[in-house]
């Protein structure tokens, strides 16, 4: 039986709750990445790697680009988060820019997060006012996904999180 550990970087909680179900699911344990060390990492045979995207980045990936040298004949597993609905065109270009060719053979996977205004720190909260304004300013048709999904929300708080997203994440595992 393979040993695998799931690390997460969550900042407002869906990534945790993947990889907790992810965790539930497999028997792995979960750590914030923040607290992984390659050390005790590179002992598993499967990696999963779990991080919310934010402004096209997928938080947490620096620990794989890191230690990719010690991780290589590991089964290594990316999955993000966010509050965008799933566009192919988006997540490709995601895959991409935190990927890239280096890293272009890893499988990577979106599982859709949640959005709270009330829940972000001034920083996050700030930029997303200042997106929205720019976006105001656009025609419809020309707003990126995040853009349409940032408009969508509004003021309102939405949960999107869901099981069924880790089940291609648990396919690959086996």
Not at 66 to 81: A, E, G, M, S, Y
């Amino acid at each position: 039986m393979m040993k695998g550990i799931i690390l997460y970087k969550s900042k407002y909680g869906a990534t945790q709750k993947y990889a907790m179900w992810l965790s539930q699911k497999t028997g792995f344990e979960y750590i914030d990445i923040t607290n992984a060390d390659i050390n005790i990492v590179k002992e598993f045979d499967v990696i999963i790697i779990g991080g919310g995207i934010y402004a096209s980045s997928i938080s947490g990936i620096s620990f794989l680009k890191k230690n990719i040298d010690v991780l290589q004949n590991k089964k290594i597993i990316v999955f993000c988060t966010g509050a965008s609905s799933f566009d192919k065109k988006a997540f490709k270009q995601i895959i991409n820019y935190n990927l890239g060719d280096k890293f272009k053979n890893i499988p990577c996977f979106y599982c859709r997060g949640a959005w709270d205004m009330d829940k972000m720190n001034m920083v996050d909260k700030n930029l997303c006012i200042l997106l929205k304004k720019a976006a105001e300013k656009k025609k419809e048709e020309d707003y990126h996904v995040w853009e349409k999904a940032l408009m969508a929300i509004g003021d309102n708080k939405y949960d999107w999180t869901d099981i069924k997203y880790i089940e291609p994440i648990l396919e690959e595992i086996k």
